[in-house]
């Protein structure tokens, strides 16, 4: 059953390429048609399917090296370098913003949610699948270059974002803690 787990979404995926569909949408409904016959019987029959993707998500990031040494070996434009940022900040906050709009989770984590966000992975395939399919040359290149530096700017802003973001999360849970104990013990001593 895991080899079956494993090849179903290649076999599907080839097959939907060569009638000329979309390989992406015939994988992701074959996952859901599977999931649906097997109901909650699957988590032992994707382990090797884990196994596999792990290996291919090391390669990927492999080949992205090599990728984003091309896509910004011809330096980077300063109104690139600009919508990137803006892509990265402000375009991520707002549709996460518009999206929680009367969930009742405060300000500060719908900000968290917006900031934190992962981008990566679809965005190097995507990026790799335009670059491969639009005609050679300066849109190509373009495409190639806006997605490697969305990526790096996304793993910078990981990197130093989530750390901060937590220690920002820990002070303010350590002062509402240490005010609650403050107020429980003048409450405590006037009694």
């Known amino acids: 059953m895991r080899?079956?787990?494993?090849?179903?979404?290649?076999?599907?995926?080839?097959?939907?390429?060569?009638l000329g569909g979309n390989g992406f949408v015939a994988a992701f409904v074959c996952g859901i048609v599977y999931h649906l016959r097997r109901g909650s019987r699957t988590e032992l029959d994707v382990e090797l399917t884990d196994d596999a993707g792990f290996v291919l998500a090391a390669g990927m990031w492999f080949v992205f090296g090599a990728v984003a040494m091309v896509g910004l070996s011809d330096g980077v434009d300063w109104r690139i370098a600009l919508f990137v940022l803006v892509a990265l900040t402000v375009a991520r906050v707002i549709p996460i913003g518009l999206a929680m709009a009367g969930s009742g989770l405060p300000a500060r984590q719908v900000l968290a949610l917006g900031w934190l966000r992962p981008r990566g992975t679809s965005t190097i395939v995507f990026a790799l699948i335009a670059f491969n399919t639009l005609p050679e040359g300066t849109v190509a290149n373009l495409t190639l270059t806006v997605a490697v530096l969305v990526v790096l700017g996304s793993i910078v802003l990981h990197t130093v974002g989530v750390p901060v973001t937590i220690a920002g999360r820990d002070r303010r849970a350590h002062r509402r803690a240490a005010a609650e104990r403050a107020t429980t013990g003048d409450a405590s001593s006037g009694q």
Do not use: Q, S
């Not at 080899?3 to 060569?18: E, K």
């Open 3 to 18: 080899l079956v787990v494993l090849a179903a979404p290649l076999l599907t995926y080839a097959l939907a390429v060569g």
